[in-house]
DNA sequence: CGCTTTTTCTAAATCGTTTTCTCGCATCCG
DNA sequence: CGGATGCGAGAAAACGATTTAGAAAAAGCG
C-alpha cells in the first residue's frame, strides 16, 4: 500500500506542474482541455487515487459523518429498530458521497468527549440515533455549533426527526377501541419523550373516552427488557379485573408477553388481546401474528440523511429546530381481538 | 467549529517553536520536564485538540478501521447475527483506539471500488463481515496488501474468524438423534463456504449413522427468507413420509416455520420437531422456544478485533492464513422433542 | 580553563492536496 | 503599433502535524 502514486508523480509523468495536475482532475477552468485529457488519461494509467487525508487536511470539509449510539442496555447494533434507520441512512449518506463513522462510545481510557472527538476527525455533521439525552458529555456536544441530527428527541436549535408517538399510538388505541376493548393495561418504556409522548396518547385517549385507568393498569419495562416484560404480564393476567388487551413498548416485549401467555394456556386473542410497536420482523412471525405500529424506518433515515447534509452544504438555509414527524401505520396483525359484549 | 487552536496557537502562548510543542505533547525525551508541563497546561487551557488528518497524512497509519458489510439481501445492519458480532468487534477496536467507518457498498455512480475506497481512505486494516467472496471487487481488495479478517471464510493469506460449522452443527444433530429421530429433513441456505460446511457435516452425520437422506428433505432457501421457508415448510409437511425433525438455515426462518405449522396445527415438538441456528433473540422469545445453535458472537467480534489490530501493528508475526475456529454450543430449546417408537 | 559530551531547543523539510498570485504569451481593438 | 484582455500554466504558500538535523546552552572532566 505504501507505495501510491501522488499528484507528484503524475506531475513527473506528464511534465507539469502538480497544480496544474490538480487542477486538471478537479476540472477546473484554467487548463486548456487537451492538457486536462492526457494528465487524466495517465492519472488513470497510473491508478492514481486522491489522498483523503491530504484534500480533507486542505478543504474545510471530511465528508465523513459520525454516529452516536448508544444507550444503557449496550444493544446497540443489535437493536432491530435502530439499525432498519441506520441501515437506510448509511444508503442516503453514501448516494451522496458521505461515509459514516461510529463515535466511541465505550468508556476506555484515553477516549475523547463526543464534542473532542468531532473536532478531532473534522465530521461534517453527526447523527444522535439513540443516546441519553440528559449526559453532559452529549450536552456539550450539541451546544456547540457542529451540524446535528437527533432521531426522536426534539432539541431547539438541531434538526430532529421523530415518529409520531403521540398520533401512532392514538391510532392502535383506536384500532383496539374500535375492535371493543375498554379496559386496556399500558406498559411503557422508561421515561423519554418518546415514551411521554406515547404515554399521553394513552392518557389523552382513556380520558376523552371516559375509560378508567386503574393504577393496576399502568406499568414501567424498560425496552426490550424480556424478562421484566414477562413478569409483569404474569401480574397482569392475575390481576381480578383483568384488562382486555395489553399494550407493550415495543415488539419483543410483545412477543415475549406471547410467548408467556402460551405457557400458561391463556389464548390470544380469544382470552385476552395484545399489541407491540415498531413493526420489526418478529411481528410478523408470531402466532398470532402481533397487532403493532410499523413505524417507517426507512422514511426516518432518508429524511436525517437528507437533512444532515442539507444543513452540511447549505448552512443556514434550513430553519432551527425543525422537527420532521414521520407517520407510522396500524399493523393489523392477529393479536387483537373482537370483545363481544 | 472553525476557530480550532493548532501547535502554532500554543507555540505563541508559550513562546516556543511549533516543534517543541509537538514534543511536547508527545511526550518525546528532548523536552525538559518543566516546559513539558508548561506546555500541557496551556493547551489544557486553551482546549487543543489535535488534527486528526494532519497527523494521518504526516504518519503511516489512521487508526480507522474499513468494514464491509454487503450481502445480497440489503439486510445489513438488521441482520442480527452479524449486528452481534460488529457490536462485540467495535468495542474491542474501540478500547484499542481504532475507530471504525463502512466501506461504500452501494452502488451509486461515482463510487470507489473496494481497493480504491481503502486507498483513498488509508484504513488500517478492513473487516469483511458479509459479502459475495466471488464478486470480482472483493477478489481485488483481497489481493492488494491491506491487512483484512474475514468473517465465515475461509482465504489463504487472510485471517480467518469463523464459527465451528462443521461441529456445531453435528451437535446440534446429534442432540436430536440423541432424542431418537432417524427421519432429519434438512434446509440449507444458498451456497458458500458457511452452507457447505453444514451440510457436510449433515451429509457424513446422516451416512455414518446409515440415514436415509431422500431428496425430498434436502431444501435450499435464502437465509432469513421466511417467504420462501413457509413454502417449504408446508411442502415438507404434505410428504407423504414426512421426517419427525426439520432443522432450518436459522432461527428466523425457523421461528417463521414454526409460525406455519401452528396455523395447521401441526403441533412441535409433539407432532414434529424442528431447529434453528445462530441463537439470535427470536429463539428464546417464541413458543416453543427454539431448539438451536448459539453462535458465540462476542467471542468472534473480539477475536477478529484483536486479530486485525495485530495484524496491523505487529505485520508479519502473524502466520499468514491463519484460520480461528469459534465453537458455538446446543441451546435445547424445546422444539425437539423425544421420538416415541 | 579549554575540550568533549549531553541536554534542550529551533529551523526546515515533509506528508499530498488546493488555491492564490503572477507571468508569459497570444489575441483583440482602436 | 501599443495597450487592454484573456487564456494557460507554474511557483509558492498554505492546511497542521511530525521528524531530522543542527545549533545553542549547559554540564562534565582532566
Chains 1, 2 share one sequence.
Do not use: W
Not at 55 to 60: D, M, R, T
Not at 70 to 95: R, Y
Not at 245 to 251: A, E, G, R, T, V
Not at 331 to 337: A, D, F, L, Y
Amino acid at each position: 500500500m505504501g507505495e501510491s502514486v501522488s499528484l507528484k508523480d503524475i506531475a513527473k509523468a506528464c511534465n507539469v506542474s502538480v497544480s496544474t495536475v490538480s487542477k486538471a482532475m478537479n476540472d477546473r477552468a484554467d487548463v486548456s482541455s487537451a492538457k486536462k485529457e492526457e494528465i487524466r488519461r495517465v492519472a488513470r494509467e497510473m491508478n492514481y487515487v486522491p489522498n483523503y487525508m491530504a484534500s480533507a487536511l486542505k478543504n474545510q470539509y471530511t465528508r465523513n459523518i459520525g454516529v452516536i449510539l448508544a444507550e444503557e442496555a449496550g444493544q446497540g447494533l443489535t437493536h432491530e429498530h435502530f439499525a432498519k434507520i441506520l441501515n437506510s441512512f448509511k444508503d442516503t449518506v453514501e448516494e451522496r458521497g458521505y461515509v459514516i463513522t461510529f463515535l466511541n462510545t465505550s468508556n476506555s481510557p484515553g477516549r475523547f468527549s463526543y464534542r473532542k472527538q468531532c473536532q478531532y476527525m473534522k465530521y461534517d455533521g453527526v447523527l444522535v440515533v439513540c443516546a441519553d439525552y440528559h449526559q453532559q458529555e452529549l450536552e456539550e456536544l450539541l451546544s456547540s455549533n457542529i451540524p446535528v441530527v437527533v432521531i426522536d428527541h426534539t432539541l431547539k436549535k438541531h434538526v430532529n426527526i421523530a415518529s409520531n408517538q403521540y398520533g401512532d399510538m392514538r391510532r392502535l388505541l383506536q384500532f383496539v377501541f374500535d375492535r371493543g376493548h375498554r379496559k386496556i393495561a399500558y406498559i411503557h418504556g422508561k421515561n423519554s419523550e418518546v415514551t411521554r409522548g406515547r404515554l399521553s396518547a394513552y392518557l389523552d385517549f382513556m380520558h376523552e373516552h371516559h375509560l378508567p385507568v386503574p393504577k393496576e393498569y399502568v406499568y414501567t419495562c424498560p425496552y426490550r427488557d424480556v424478562e421484566r416484560a414477562n413478569a409483569l404480564t404474569k401480574a397482569v393476567l392475575a390481576l381480578p379485573d383483568r384488562p382486555t388487551c395489553i399494550l407493550y413498548p415495543d415488539d419483543l416485549t410483545a412477543a415475549s408477553g406471547l410467548g408467556v401467555m402460551q405457557e400458561m394456556k391463556v389464548r390470544v386473542p380469544e382470552d385476552i388481546s395484545l399489541a407491540g410497536y415498531d413493526g420489526i420482523r418478529i411481528a410478523g412471525i408470531v402466532r398470532p401474528r402481533l397487532t403493532t405500529i410499523r413505524q417507517d424506518t426507512v422514511s426516518i433515515g432518508i429524511q436525517a440523511g437528507n437533512k444532515l447534509i442539507n444543513r452540511i452544504e447549505f448552512p443556514g438555509i434550513e430553519t432551527d429546530g425543525e422537527t420532521v414527524i414521520v407517520d407510522g401505520m396500524v399493523e393489523p396483525g392477529e393479536s387483537v381481538g373482537v370483545v363481544r359484549k
